[in-house]
């Protein structure tokens, strides 16, 4: 007994002492730093105006190195958490001269007033010394585990649990993260040339990789939606216009996210897959979790219970995360003029434009929000939370303007990868141990746009097609020409058709009807006629705009139409006068070049009370594997078409099979030989057996009393917008 406390005495002393040669060492780093600054920058001095002896320049250089190093360790996290309500971006700004503040304090510290520096000056001179130091300490604890980890609970904000042996081991966490537009294909090619060799390992390990399928609206709102709140019944697409409520909804808008997530809620009756001591991190929707970050849902509100920018109060807390991040930053930027200038002095084709404002949203995604990510899922492991979902969008918006696979692309899935790399990392030092899965939530099928191919955008082809005034490019092109004579000689056929009897024909539509409103997801495309209150049938449709239907189904890039119809319920319309009962949809019918599986996607999205007038895919080749986005990217996703419907799970082997037997999978019947997982609300009930098999949060299979989603005031809803004039275009995110 007291061999084992002189044991633990000299363990405590011997922890000490290191701790007491590492702060020593950073402080005697961080006056060198100082010294050679001094001498470098004309308007940063560390001696009085007659000068100084170098030993004295020394002992200034070392007070102020200390001041500023304790300044930065007491003061900087309270400055940080008072400005928890400003936003991302513009804390990290305020980091900087925050911190060249401190250093005007550390300096005015100095006895004599040896010290001085312009603010700009000091501003440079703080960001230096804070990645100096930031460096030297992370060096100097890289090989010392127990130093490591004491750093990892400093920079997360976090107190260091009680000592494991004193208290029962937990059951294992699961962080879910989701690697947002990575396909199934897209993943395994990356293994595959090396470039995620982190993803690699796992499955070296045993992990199971299974590709899952979409829902015809492959875009993160429905997938997400499914994935943690268990339904994303009635989202039709990213965009679509209500009639009943005359809203524009919006996935990525926070007030249309609010509303989808309230549905959602009420229609399952649980918060959702979070609801019990999850966090929820850069993600749409919140799956029910009390901790979140970057969320859309709660990005617009403010008050105690936000805890939308909790999450990182822990990346800035550290000023040395701030400068590290502002220098990624500006590389990124850099890197995207570099890369949008090759493109274009070669020629590539397909491309975009990527100028404007661009560079820097490219910026934010891939660096600013994945650092910040990161960072508050390493804070919810070493808080020991039973289950995390984070969303990591950096790939999917690269992949828009630079297409799925290439160079760009590449680039960024190596340091996604190192992401991953780094939370397996912290994962060894957190208090209970966790499973990490990987997943995304849809894929991205390459192509070039609509316009690029044909000239004229699908609002332009429904206009024409209408009988309405387009531009003169427009008339000038090919397909609006085609679409404008066929407009007119329908109409001309139209004066001299009998009259039309019957109950149809009976029902009144508007005597000056508005114009169509069209909105893009991706390769999807949705008109509404605003002014007929419910959804209009194809015979109507023919009746006002006869040569409509007939222009767009018969246009090399679209690929079918989906309309409701008097006589049938619902038809799919397609090249050639191909005209099908949805009712009677099969995969060989004419939607098979789209794979298995497209009808029943249809079938679904034709119920759903909001879908559109007329549903628009483009046209996919089999061959290249390619689609027309209606959007002005090269990489899209949002209808059926290739890889954009094939996400993926990657599981740890001590997890069971996402397919298990003799329950459910394909079309309900998992176990059966080819099954596979289909859409996000059977993606939900996987996960959700997946914490249950951890001894995680059970998720509630009767509705809570009110959720903070579900109690949210009217007020909170999206507005009525008006549909008038143009739609203001939004990221598919």
């Known amino acids: 007994m007291g061999d084992g406390r002189r044991g633990g005495g000299t363990d405590r002393w011997r922890t000490a002492g290191r701790t007491a040669v590492r702060v020593l060492t950073v402080w005697a780093v961080s006056t060198v730093t100082l010294l050679a600054l001094a001498g470098l920058l004309p308007d940063f001095q560390l001696q009085s105006a007659d000068g100084d002896s170098l030993t004295r ?401 699908l609002k332009d082809l429904v206009r024409a097609g209408c009988g309405l005034p387009v531009s003169r490019r427009v008339g000038r092109t090919r397909s609006g020409a085609e679409a404008r004579d066929a407009a007119r000689d329908a109409l001309r056929s139209a004066l001299h058709r009998p009259v039309e009897t019957g109950e149809e024909a009976q029902r009144e539509l508007p005597a000056r009807p508005s114009e169509p409103v069209v909105l893009a997801s991706g390769n999807l495309g949705l008109i509404s006629f605003p002014d007929v209150p419910r959804r209009m049938t194809k015979e109507e449709i023919d009746r006002r705009h006869p040569a409509l239907l007939r222009t767009l189904a018969q246009h090399p890039g679209i690929g079918f139409l989906l309309v409701a119809s008097a006589e049938h319920g619902s038809v799919v319309l397609a090249a050639d006068g191909v005209e099908v009962p949805v009712a009677e949809l099969a995969d060989d019918g004419p939607l098979a070049v789209f794979g298995p599986g497209a009808a029943d996607a249809v079938r679904r999205t034709d119920g759903f009370p909001h879908v559109a007038d007329v549903m628009v895919n483009s046209m996919y080749d089999p061959a290249t594997g390619t689609v027309h986005a209606f959007e002005e990217q090269i990489g899209s996703h949002g209808g059926l078409g290739g890889e954009q419907a094939h996400p993926f799970l990657l599981s740890p082997p001590e997890l069971s099979p996402p397919i298990e037997e003799g329950t459910e999978g394909t079309e309900g019947t998992e176990g059966t030989e080819g099954a596979e997982l289909v859409g996000a609300e059977r993606v939900h009930r996987v996960l959700r057996r997946w914490l249950r098999e951890s001894d995680g949060p059970q998720v509630p299979l009767e509705r809570p009393a009110a959720t903070r989603e579900d109690s949210l005031p009217e007020a909170e809803a999206e507005p009525v917008l008006p549909v008038k004039g143009p739609v203001v275009p939004d990221k598919n995110h």
Do not use: C
């Not at 997400?224 to 697409?237: F, T």
């Not at 003029?337 to 397909?350: C, F, M, N």
């Open 57 to 457: 320049t020394a002992l200034t250089a070392a007070w102020a190195a200390g001041a500023f190093g304790l300044l930065t360790a007491l003061v900087w996290p309270l400055v940080v958490r008072a400005l928890l309500l400003v936003p991302a971006l513009v804390l990290g700004l305020l980091v900087f001269f925050l911190n060249g503040s401190l250093l005007l304090v550390a300096l005015w510290l100095i006895p004599d007033g040896r010290g001085a520096a312009d603010p700009e000056t000091a501003v440079v001179v703080a960001a230096v010394m804070s990645a100096v130091a930031s460096a030297t300490s992370t060096a100097l604890a890289v090989r010392d585990d127990d130093a490591y980890r004491r750093r990892l609970y400093r920079l997360t904000g976090r107190t260091r649990p009680r000592d494991p042996r004193t208290v029962p081991a937990p059951p294992p966490g699961t962080v879910f993260l989701q690697l947002d537009g990575v396909g199934h294909e897209v993943l395994r090619s990356a293994v595959a040339d090396g470039v995620m060799p982190t993803v690699a390992g796992w499955l070296d390990a045993g992990h199971r990789l299974t590709p899952w399928r979409t829902d015809w609206s492959s875009q993160t709102g429905a997938s997400q939606l499914g994935i943690l709140h268990g339904s994303n019944e009635d989202v039709p697409a990213f965009r679509w216009y209500e009639k009943d409520t005359g809203r524009l909804m919006v996935s990525n808008r926070p007030a249309s996210a609010v509303e989808l997530q309230r549905r959602a809620v009420r229609r399952t009756g649980d918060g959702g897959l979070l609801t019990l001591d999850g966090a929820s991190r850069g993600n749409l929707f919140s799956g029910g979790a009390d901790q979140v970050a970057l969320v859309l849902t709660v990005a617009a509100r403010r008050g105690r219970r936000n805890r939308s920018r909790a999450g990182y109060f822990a990346y800035f807390s550290d000023p040395a995360n701030a400068v590290r991040t502002a220098g990624s930053f500006v590389n990124e930027v850099v890197r995207e003029v570099a890369q949008s200038t090759r493109a274009r002095l070669r020629r590539e084709r397909p491309r975009i434009p990527r100028g404007g404002t661009y560079p820097f949203v490219r910026a934010f995604a891939t660096v600013i929000e994945r650092d910040v990510v990161v960072a508050a899922v390493m804070g919810d492991m070493l808080a020991g939370r039973t289950a995390v979902y984070a969303d990591l969008v950096a790939y999917d918006e690269v992949a828009h303007h630079s297409g799925p696979r290439g160079r760009d692309t590449d680039q960024v899935l190596r340091r996604l990868d190192r992401s991953l790399a780094l939370v397996a990392r912290v994962a060894e030092h957190a208090p209970r141990p966790y499973r990490i899965v990987l997943l995304s939530d849809h894929g991205q099928s390459p192509g070039e746009t609509f316009e690029g191919a044909y000239g004229l955008t």
